[in-house]
């Protein structure tokens, strides 16, 4: 997710529609990306860790973005 | 997400990526959208129904994609 600092158009514009959509009670919308990877084998420290580096160097931004690796079973 | 038999080019970008990067033991890749509300008040039920609808008609195309719901505290 873009870091709470950095302006999100996309979470603006969908805010700024909730009234027209008859949506209240929602005071900020933020955008961002999710990716699923399946994973070959247990998801221990060392795939863990290839897991994060692929995290901050090809599927997020850490300049303007936050991420978060959670494990999730199928 | 998009739904799991509907073609994931962005997904399938990354997974062919991933060799040269040197990272092994990732099978699949799935790219998605993410949305963090901030809601006023208790996520109580008739909230969530709210979020649902939301959810159904403006933050996802059920046509072509699943949405997950999940209730995180700050």
Do not use: C, W
């Not at 529609?17 to 009670?25: D, F, I, N, S, T």
């Amino acid at each position: 997710m873009l870091k709470p600092e950095i302006l999100d158009p996309q979470g603006q514009a969908v805010l700024t529609a909730l009234p027209r959509l008859g949506v209240a009670g929602i005071s900020g919308v933020r955008q961002g990306k999710r990716f699923e990877l399946d994973l070959d084998g247990e998801a221990d420290a060392e795939a863990l860790a290839r897991i994060e580096h692929l995290a901050s160097t090809l599927l997020a931004n850490p300049v303007i973005e936050d991420y978060v690796v959670r494990v999730e079973a199928d």
